[in-house]
Every structure is written in C-alpha cells, then in structure tokens.
C-alpha cells in the first residue's frame, strides 16, 4: 500500500507528479538510465494539464457571465420571486434594487416585484412615484399596473405630510391595485412653545370633502382596506367605507372608531359590501351598532372575524347570532365571561378558534360548545389554567389537528403542561409552544 488508508474526505488532493513519482520509484532500479527523461516527460504533462486547466476555467466564467446575462426571463422572475419575502414576510427592497442594477434584462422584472407593494410617506414620495409611472411610455404603464398594494401615512403634523387629493390621485393611477393600507395621523391639541418660544401647531385631521370622495370612487374596485385612523376624527373612517369601495371582500380597522351618523342628522348609509374577513382593534370597545352595520351585507359571506379589542358579551352574541353560522375562524382579545363562550355554540364551522387573554377565563369550562368541525386551537397557559379541560377536550375531538399555547406567568411550572404534551401526542396533534406574546400574535396570523 502506497499511502495509509484515509477517508475521502480527509484524503489529500496530490498533484500528479506526486502521485505518479512512486511509480518511477518502483521501474527505477530496471530503467534508472531513464528517469530523468520519464521525470521531465511527467513534468511536462503537468504543465500541460495546468494550461488546459486555466484555459478551461476562463472559458467557464465567461460562457457564466453570457449565461447569467441570457437566462429566459420567466427563469429569472422565478428567482426573484423566491427571494421576494424576507423572514418578516416584508419585501426585501434592498436585494430587489440591487438585482435591477445587475443587467438590463434583470432591471424589467426587479422593478415589477418592487413596485408590487408601494409606501408613500410625504408628499415627495408621491412626485417620485407620479413621475414613474405617468410618463407616457409603455415601460411607466407597465409599473403603474404592477402596483398591487399601496401603502399610505398621512401624517398632517409633518412638514411634508401626503395629502388626501395625492392619495386619490396615487390610488386611481394604480389600475391593478388589491389592497390600500391607509394610517391617518393627527389630534388637535392646545398650541405649545417650542425651545425657541415659538408656537408648536398640532393640525388635526380633517374630514375628507366631495371632490376627493369623487376621485377615489373612479379608482380601481379594490378588495383588501386597511385602515388605521390615529386621529381624534371618526368620521374619516365612516366616509372611507360607505360611500368609496363596494366591493371590498377584506376589512381591518384600527384605532378611531368609526363615528356613526346620529338618527336625526341624516340617513345612515348601508355598508353593503359582503366582507370575507373583518379585523378591528380599536382603541375602547366597539359598539353594538356598529358592529351591526359593518356585517349588514355579510350574513352569508363572513369567514374570519377577529376582535382584537375587547368586546361586550351582548355585542359578541349579537354578532356570532348574526353571521355566526358560516364563520371558520373566530379571534377575541378576551373571553371573560361564561356568555361570551357559549356564544360559540351558532358558529357550526367553525375550523379555527383563538383566544390571547384566556389564561383562567371561563372559556375552558365551555370548550365543549365548540362545534365538532374545529381544526385549531390557541390559547394563553398560566400558572392557574385549568389545563385537564383542555386535555379532556384534545382527547375527545377526532378533528383537532393542531394546538398553539403562549406560556406566561409561571405556566412553564404548570403540573399539567407535560400531560398536554402527551395527550397532542397521543392522538397526533401539533402543539405549537411560545413565551412571548409577539410570536403568538404572529403565529395566529394567517393573511
């Protein structure tokens, strides 16, 4: 044997005159008047190999380079778009724009993903954004049709806050555009010196007038709003929603409620959009009647309701009696009364049901109004939550397939968490375990 036994992994990488010398070891007593000249023949060899080698090389790195710059681009808008989400499912904006500066065939497609979703903060992000795609050329109407979701803050306390007319005007040039994400800024508060003495002005947020009304109802029929109203304005979100879009099929507000007409003011307008998907978390507890009017038209519609501020058990069983029966997936803030759970009992399909605040609520004394169909459950673990319940529950749903727990205030001590952990597996349940509550909020959202 000419070297010691080694694996492949840690066996050296000789070159050939290395390798071919113990040869010529071996000839040499029989033709030691021709080594020197088999030595420099193998020499040769070597050099010759290295030559074909380097050539080789350099022919690969340019046929790379002529490949890269050549790929079809259904193949590279593939690539792109695997590496559009980052881990926070935002866009990665800066790998997009250093992909369009690659070459001109990769430029086309890095632009379209980039303009898929797009932020206007000030009005100078609005001119940037006009001039991209008003430009009368077929490459600005392609952009202006790539936009799928728009992003706006109106901020009217910046010194270059976007303004209600140039979110009109962004809206109706994006003919594609599915969803509008609007956050609203502003409170009138009393004028305060700055360290100048001068007067500090707070701008509130006006109300929107007929012209602008006028100008988003010719836009596109978008189908996703989200609207976040951090002003002390309501009527805002009331003049977005009824009189705008009517073919909205997703709604999340946040924030400011919206501020109902009273009777004796004028007609109330319908909200006649039959909703998909509701989401509210507004700022003190949504009311009864506007509840009621926000799911007028979705009866039959509604499949995901989540109330992530806290709900009356009267305006939650108005509500589950109302669209309960063909809702899949029901998420509270909170469960604190024995109404409230019952009140599940009308939702018959229900797949999916979430709870944050749930930790010793009477919830788990009425798991069993659940319907038979539900799928996943998530809940909050305490120290004091009666955790039997919820094992008896698992143990008895032959449709359950998945559990998510956030652990807090001493629930990782619970007795009973390791006979959680063996009934889901016993009947072969996901359990999805967390300790902070922002990835159990992001867990249970599935947009």
């Given at each position: 044997?000419?070297?010691?036994?080694?694996?492949?992994?840690?066996?050296?990488?000789?070159?050939?005159v290395d390798l071919l010398r113990p040869l010529v070891s071996l000839v040499s007593p029989i033709y030691n008047m021709r080594m020197l000249q088999l030595e420099m023949l193998i020499v040769a060899c070597q050099l010759t190999h290295n030559d074909l080698a380097a050539r080789a090389l350099r022919t690969s790195r340019r046929s790379t380079r002529k490949t890269a710059s050549s790929l079809p681009v259904e193949i590279i808008m593939s690539i792109l778009e695997a590496a559009y989400f980052q881990d926070d499912m935002e866009p990665d904006v800066q790998l997009l724009s250093a992909c369009s500066l690659v070459c001109r065939r990769w430029s086309t497609p890095s632009q379209s993903l980039l303009f898929r979703q797009v932020v206007l903060r000030s009005t100078s992000s609005f001119r940037a954004f006009t001039l991209a795609v008003s430009r009368p050329t077929e490459r600005s109407r392609a952009l202006a049709n790539d936009v799928v979701r728009l992003r706006a803050i109106l901020d009217f306390q910046h010194p270059d806050q976007l303004s209600y007319r140039a979110l009109a005007l962004a809206v109706t040039s994006c003919s594609s555009l599915y969803e509008l994400d609007v956050s609203i800024y502003g409170c009138e508060v009393e004028q305060t010196p700055d360290a100048d003495g001068r007067p500090r002005v707070f701008q509130a947020a006006p109300s929107l007038d007929d012209s602008i009304l006028s100008v988003l109802r010719s836009g596109p029929r978008i189908r996703s709003l989200k609207l976040a109203n951090w002003s002390d304005n309501g009527e805002i979100s009331f003049q977005l929603l009824s009189t705008v879009w009517p073919a909205l099929e997703y709604v999340t507000l946040r924030g400011?409620?919206?501020?109902?007409?009273?009777?004796?003011?004028?007609?109330?307008?319908?909200?006649?959009?039959?909703?998909?998907?509701?989401?509210?978390?507004?700022?003190?507890?949504?009311?009864?009647?506007?509840?009621?009017?926000?799911?007028a038209n979705s009866r039959h519609s509604l499949r995901s309701l989540e109330l992530e501020s806290t709900t009356g058990a009267d305006a939650l069983t108005s509500v589950l009696q109302h669209c309960g029966r063909h809702l899949e997936s029901v998420s509270l803030a909170s469960c604190s009364t024995r109404d409230q759970a019952t009140a599940l009992r009308t939702c018959q399909t229900l797949k999916e049901f979430k709870v944050e605040n749930s930790a010793a609520s009477p919830l788990f004394h009425a798991l069993d109004q659940l319907p038979n169909t539900i799928e996943h459950v998530a809940f909050t673990l305490g120290?004091?939550?009666?955790?039997?319940?919820?094992?008896?529950?698992?143990?008895?749903?032959?449709?359950?397939?998945?559990?998510?727990?956030?652990?807090?205030?001493?629930?990782?001590?619970?007795?009973?968490?390791?006979?959680?952990?063996?009934?889901?597996?016993?009947?072969?349940?996901?359990?999805?375990?967390?300790?902070?509550?922002?990835?159990?909020?992001?867990?249970?959202?599935?947009?």
């Open positions: 044997m000419l070297y010691p036994p080694t694996t492949s992994a840690s066996r050296p990488k000789l070159p050939m400011k409620a919206p501020c109902l007409p009273a009777a004796g003011d004028r007609l109330v307008v319908p909200f006649n959009c039959a909703l998909q998907g509701l989401r509210i978390g507004f700022d003190s507890q949504a009311h009864t009647d506007l509840l009621k009017w926000l799911m120290y004091d939550t009666p955790v039997y319940l919820l094992i008896k529950f698992i143990k008895a749903r032959r449709s359950l397939k998945e559990v998510t727990v956030y652990v807090w205030e001493g629930g990782d001590s619970h007795m009973e968490l390791p006979g959680l952990r063996m009934a889901c597996a016993w009947r072969g349940v996901k359990l999805l375990v967390l300790h902070n509550v922002q990835g159990f909020r992001e867990a249970l959202v599935r947009d």
